[in-house]
């Protein structure tokens, strides 16, 4: 995916372009999990769309929930995608991270 070590780093432009493929990335995964949550929490817990997303919000952003869960399914649920957020949360720091970490890296290795 990335350039070898052999080859010259990326133009800036190209390395912009790689930042937002990894950034748009990041984004997907963010939403399709904020949906995953809000739909958990509403079908579990019975919640508005508003207080499900609030609740998976939270979750995702590391602050944990709002309304605690009342159902014993809803606090499984709430469990596990709570464990599913701090996932997310390390493979989007990954993703945006990555292309940052290996341009560096790259240009200690890099002989002109």
């Known amino acids: 995916m990335y350039e070898a070590k052999q080859h010259p780093p990326l133009p800036p432009e190209r390395f912009m372009r790689r930042m937002l493929q990894h950034a748009g990335a990041s984004a997907a995964l963010l939403l ?5 949550g809000m739909a958990g929490y ?4 019975n919640l508005a769309w508003r207080d499900a997303f609030l609740n998976a919000a939270m979750l ?6 709002v309304d605690a869960p009342h159902s014993d399914a809803g606090k499984v649920f709430a469990g596990l995608y709570a464990l599913y957020a701090g996932l997310v949360f390390l493979i989007v720091a990954g993703l945006i991270v ?13 002989d002109r």
Not at 60 to 65: A, E, K
Request: glycine content about 10%; hydrophobic content about 55%.
């Open 60 to 65: 995702l952003g590391g602050m944990g929930p």
């Open 32 to 36: 399709l999990s904020l949906l995953l």
């Open 98 to 110: 990555a292309p940052i970490a290996h341009r560096v890296l790259h240009k200690f290795h890099w």
């Open 42 to 45: 509403m079908y579990f817990e």
